[in-house]
């Protein structure tokens, strides 16, 4: 939402054109039957403001926040329901103030990237509390938002699921939920870990209608060995190394998604709705997006480049597991984004990462081609039967078919489901 209002200072020069912008997209969008979605950041701080005083590093930031949260509800809260505060966070937080590898590239001079500027051990927790507290601002001003609560407005945050889950799922979500940073954060990482007052405590409790979760893949996590203790950092602080496998045993590789279509890719989201809070899984909605990309090295044809059979399955396995996420879990799922209905620029990777089931030609004026995965979402969410078409394509594909409710059995020497009526 913010790269076209880009001071946040809206009584004093947001851009009129970029509302302009936004109305037209949300009407055209309602006009034909989409419910827009509006995330209020996405890692476009305002320069201005990073000039001003550091942008996020700074608390400053809250205020103005606030102040660009207010302007948009009380311009597009009549008609956008849902709104997001901030998208994975923890990865601006983590990659722009630890690691140096997206904007505003800082770090400390020990880190691989050697940034000329930054501290790893003590930037990432500043820029993760302001973020906290401008959630909380955006929060209040919202919950005063006449036009948004008649509207039946929704207000939450969009978090990035990983394993080494306190140091990047519970670093927010344990705040916005309990009030406090998770108890292994606060005994490791100490007094470089900001504090909430009282107040604040109580009043980000109750600041979430909604969690959004973005879903990649699953994760196994190992000890990080060999840490330097005298270079502080958020990535030894968390002690731990992500790796797509597990003792590099490539058979578990499954649980990592992939183009091949012959991977139950969806499993990981599935075990992850065990990790969640129980406060979370028992009174909060969750709305899950995930994502497909794949690396363009220019050679593909357009035929090629929309033939993308394993987005297809990626996508029809996340359906059918969300299905059993309602039914075995109980888990009050009330939405499925897609990343992304089209090709789309990608930070550090340019136009090089392509997510979209639509195909851009960046090379025939932008051309869009919908991809066969595209077209099978579109057929899908036509279909009357639309769970039981996905349950039935995916099994007959496989060589069966089970009936929608059957009994699951995992059979331990085969990760594959079976089921009552192939028994």
């Not at 311009?75 to 722009?96: H, I, L, M, Q």
């Not at 470089?192 to 409790?205: A, G, N, W």
């Not at 190992?222 to 840490?227: D, E, K, R």
Request: hydrophobic content about 30%.
């Amino acid at each position: 939402m913010d790269q076209n209002l880009p001071s946040w200072k809206c009584k004093e020069r947001c851009k009129q054109g970029g509302v302009q912008f936004y109305n037209d997209l949300i009407d055209e969008l309602i006009a034909n039957e989409i419910q827009p979605s509006i995330t209020l950041f996405h890692w476009e701080s305002p320069f201005a403001l990073e000039v001003e005083y550091g942008g996020f590093l700074d608390e400053r930031i809250v205020e103005d926040f606030r102040e660009f949260a207010k302007f948009c509800f009380e311009n597009f809260g009549d008609r956008v329901k849902n709104w997001a505060t901030f998208n994975e966070p923890s990865v601006y937080s983590v990659a722009g103030y630890s690691k140096g590898k997206k904007a505003p590239g800082r770090c400390s001079p020990f880190e691989v990237l050697k940034c000329p500027s930054g501290d790893s051990s003590e930037e990432p927790y500043k820029v993760t509390h302001n973020q906290i507290l401008s959630h909380l601002a955006a929060v209040e001003e919202f919950r005063k938002c006449v036009k948004c609560q008649e509207n039946g407005g929704k207000i939450g945050i969009v978090l990035v699921s990983h394993c080494a889950l306190e140091y990047q799922l519970g670093w927010f979500l344990r705040p916005l939920t309990y009030g406090h940073y998770p108890t292994v954060m606060q005994k490791d990482v100490n007094v470089r870990l900001p504090e909430f007052t009282e107040e604040e405590s109580e009043k980000l409790k109750k600041s979430l209608d909604f969690v959004g979760l973005n879903y990649y893949g699953a994760f196994f996590t190992t000890p990080l060995t060999n840490i330097n203790a005298s270079e502080l950092s958020y990535t030894n602080d968390v002690g731990a190394k992500l790796s797509a496998e597990q003792n590099h045993s490539p058979h578990l590789k499954y649980i990592i998604y992939n183009f091949n279509g012959d991977s139950d890719i969806s499993s990981g989201f599935d075990e992850s709705l065990e990790t969640y809070p129980r406060r979370i899984q028992e009174s909060r909605n969750l709305y899950y997006g995930e994502w497909m990309d794949e690396i363009d090295n220019g050679t593909k044809t357009v035929a090629e480049a929309t033939n993308d059979y394993g987005r297809k399955e990626f996508i029809k396995s996340h359906i059918l597991i969300m299905g059993k996420a309602i039914r075995l879990h109980n888990v009050r799922l009330k939405g499925y984004y897609i990343w992304s209905l089209m090709d789309n620029f990608e930070w550090e990777r340019g136009y090089k990462m392509r997510f979209g089931l639509y195909y851009v030609d960046y090379d025939d004026n932008l051309k869009r081609h919908m991809r066969s995965s595209g077209k099978w979402l579109s057929e899908f969410l036509d279909s009357k039967e639309s769970l039981h078409k996905c349950y039935f394509e995916d099994h007959r594909e496989k060589g069966y078919a089970p009936k929608l409710f059957d009994t699951e059995y995992l059979d331990p020497n085969n990760w594959r489901l079976s089921y009552a009526s192939d028994i």
